[in-house]
């Protein structure tokens, strides 16, 4: 079990730029999820994959946020035309599916600051 | 909708004493699964503690322990002999079956040697 794996750990960037950030699941864990966290705020759900699917999306992911989950293990988040308000922490968690409960394992998250 | 209110922003507690964070959440759904999860400084989120809504028990794990009152909602987290390294943001959470997670706002807890 060497953990979930987030890269990068910082990203400074120009608002209207684009970023890609990238998680690495833990390798038998089938979901993969993204978190948004902001500075003493709980983390806000994003979306979520099963395997390569995207199941569900947050209502927080508008249209210049993208997730994608290609082959079923890595996922990539990538913010299009980034704003101020984007700066935040983004957390990646990965668990099995099978049955409920069973815990999230997060990656130490990618802190995003927008210029 | 789910929500999750954890109503104490911060907590101190003296080293070896024993602490209570409070939990609340709201739900129509009877099967769940609530969590505390603690988040060190600049360090990742790691899980405390995991109570499935079925089982009257309250879970245990070493000196952390919860009471669940299923009834009023309740999910409070007891440290018990606490130490410097339980200083961290504590995030209760909710789960039905296997979708997300929702977490509360968090509770800073701090410990004074």
């Known amino acids: 079990d060497t953990g979930v794996s987030q890269d990068p750990r910082h990203k400074i960037t120009k608002r209207g730029q684009n970023v890609t950030f990238r998680c690495d699941p833990i390798s038998e864990h089938n979901r993969l999820y993204w978190y948004r966290q902001t500075l003493g705020q709980g983390p806000e759900f994003l979306t979520y994959?099963?395997?390569?699917?995207?199941?569900?999306k947050s209502r927080l992911l508008s249209d210049r946020f993208s997730a994608e989950r290609p082959k079923g293990s890595f996922s990539t988040l990538e913010i299009q035309r980034t704003e101020q308000g984007d700066s935040a922490m983004y957390l990646c968690?990965?668990?099995?599916?099978?049955?409920?409960?069973?815990?999230?394992?997060f990656g130490n998250g990618t802190r995003l600051t927008v210029t | 909708a789910q929500t999750v209110t954890q109503s104490q922003p911060e907590m101190s507690v003296q080293e070896a004493e024993t602490v209570t964070l409070s939990c609340t959440y709201d739900t129509s759904e009877s099967d769940y699964y609530l969590f505390w999860y603690k988040q060190p400084p600049s360090r990742q989120m790691i899980l405390v503690i995991r109570q499935e809504a079925y089982k009257q028990q309250n879970a245990t794990e070493n000196r952390f322990s919860v009471n669940f009152q299923k009834a009023a909602k309740s999910f409070s987290l007891k440290i018990s002999d606490s130490q410097l390294g339980d200083a961290a943001m504590y995030f209760c959470?909710?789960?039905?079956?296997?979708?997300?997670?929702?977490f509360g706002t968090g509770t800073r807890l701090t410990v004074i040697p």
């Open positions: 968690a990965s668990r099995r599916s099978t049955g409920g409960g069973s815990p999230l394992h």
């Open positions: 994959f099963q395997n390569e699917a995207q199941l569900e």
């Open positions: 959470a909710y789960q039905t079956g296997a979708n997300n997670l929702f």
